[in-house]
């Protein structure tokens, strides 16, 4: 019997390179009490982002760790918000209150750095934002609030008419992109 050679066989699948890196926030165990004992499953928290002003926040619950991570990051995927980044740094001041949580997100000069602490560090890293300073006014450690709270300070963003003709001299093609993304959004 003659054997034709069709190639190799392998069982290798080949892997999609995804646009979004990421983070594992907060995993926390939680449980609820019924009538017939107690139902333990987990929750995490996932940030994603392109580390190109894309960046998105997903919270589920699963039985499992992995499901719960899978969950949380599919939830991130549908949540993206577009960030308008200025040379690096957001185009203004902002400060919001989400529950008890309270976030003050504040632009920097250009080499400064991330100057930010906890769950901004970590969302502001993975939006592509370079140089801010951020401080988190509560007393509050949950870190889901403060997350929460840093989406909706980065989501009350908007490029200022003076900022966006600097930007454009700048990088035109990239300031027009995020006004075309923002009037789809509204």
């Known amino acids: 019997m003659i054997r034709r050679d069709r190639g190799p066989r392998t069982n290798e ?35 994603v982002g392109n ?69 901004v560090r970590v969302i502001c890293s993975l939006a592509g934002i370079q140089d801010i300073s951020s401080k988190i006014l509560s007393q509050t450690t949950n870190k889901l609030n403060n997350a929460r709270a840093t989406m909706k300070a980065l989501e009350q963003l908007k490029l200022r008419k003076k900022t966006a003709v600097a930007a454009k001299t700048a990088e035109p093609e990239k300031e027009e992109e995020i006004e075309a993304e923002q009037a789809e959004a509204k």
Request: no cysteine.
């Open 51 to 119: 580390k190109d002003g894309k960046v998105g926040l997903g919270v589920a619950k699963g039985l499992d760790v992995s499901q719960a991570i899978d969950k949380a990051t599919r939830f991130a995927k549908k949540n993206v918000i577009i960030i308008p980044i200025v040379k690096g740094t957001i185009p203004h001041e902002v400060e919001i209150k989400f529950g008890p949580s309270r976030v003050l997100l504040k632009p920097q000069q250009a080499g400064k750095g991330l100057v930010a602490g906890g769950t």
């Open 13 to 47: 699948k080949k892997e999609v390179k995804d646009e979004f890196e990421s983070k594992l926030l907060d995993l926390a165990r939680v449980t609820k009490v019924t009538g017939g004992g107690k139902t333990l499953r987990f929750r995490a928290v996932i940030i």
